[in-house]
């Protein structure tokens, strides 16, 4: 199979409490796409109505430690106590098969992905305020003052790092986020050195050496 006919991989970061759980689910509501999440494996405590094998693989911080030493992660980071990582074999055979994979990470995680997958998409999702972010945090009333207080912090660590992202999107109103997120998602599959392979015989180019080198 050639590279280009291969899924995107779509990295979706942004702080804590900005909406990144329910934009992913009204991309996926939307009509026509093709994705799926890849399930983060983490050892932070399952919140009530969180399900494990959906929402996150829940594991001791023993058996996370023994994963990274196994090198079963695409990429995994430390978050406010409690590691989170991705499973890289996962990734790989949705990617095979054509999906669209959508990571929902923290940015150090994501940085390590960028150094890794060169063709991924890298996308952070900023609040309309800090205001905005804090109500959110507390309305979820999932997590202590103290952490609400840990994660704002650290959110605005994170904010430092957006600039090293392709896109910036606002998450002023959900469906509107989603929107944008589909419209970068189709621009990036229409870029010419990820899709010209596909017009080699009605753009005359099968012996064309530069196909596709302007990325
Ligand atoms: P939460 O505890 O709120 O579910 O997640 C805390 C942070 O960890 C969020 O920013 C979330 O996107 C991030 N996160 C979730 N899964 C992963 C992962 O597999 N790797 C990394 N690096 N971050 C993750």
Redesign the pocket.
């Given at each position: 199979m050639k590279l280009n006919d291969k899924g995107l991989l779509v990295v979706?970061?942004?702080?804590?409490?900005?909406g990144?759980?329910t934009v992913r689910k009204a991309l996926f509501d939307m009509p026509d796409q093709n994705f799926v999440y890849?399930v983060?494996?983490?050892t932070?405590k399952m919140?009530p109505g969180?399900v494990d094998g959906k929402?996150?693989y829940f594991v001791s911080r023993e058996e996370f430690e023994k994963r990274i030493e196994d090198g079963k992660?695409?990429?995994?980071?430390e978050?406010?106590g409690?590691y989170?990582?991705?499973?890289l074999d996962e990734v790989n055979k949705q990617l095979d098969n054509g999906k669209e994979v959508i990571?929902?990470?923290?940015?150090?995680?994501?940085l390590?992905v960028r150094d890794k997958v060169k063709d991924a998409v890298f996308i952070f999702l900023v609040p309309p305020s800090k205001e905005a972010l804090y109500n959110r945090l507390k309305r979820r009333g999932t997590e202590s003052e103290e952490v609400i207080q840990e994660?704002i912090a650290?959110a605005n660590r994170?904010f430092k790092l957006a600039y090293k992202y392709d896109y910036i999107v606002v998450n002023d109103e959900v469906n509107n986020a989603a929107d944008r997120i589909m419209a970068i998602i189709r621009a990036e599959h229409a870029k010419t050195w990820r899709s010209i392979h596909k017009y080699e015989e009605l753009l005359d180019m099968k012996d064309d050496k530069n196909k596709g080198d302007n990325k």
């Open positions: 979706l970061s942004g702080p804590s409490g900005v990144k759980g890849s983060s494996m983490t932070r919140r969180e929402d996150y992660f695409l990429e995994h980071a978050f406010v409690n989170y990582g991705t499973p990571l929902e990470i923290e940015v150090e995680g994501a390590q994660r650290k994170e």
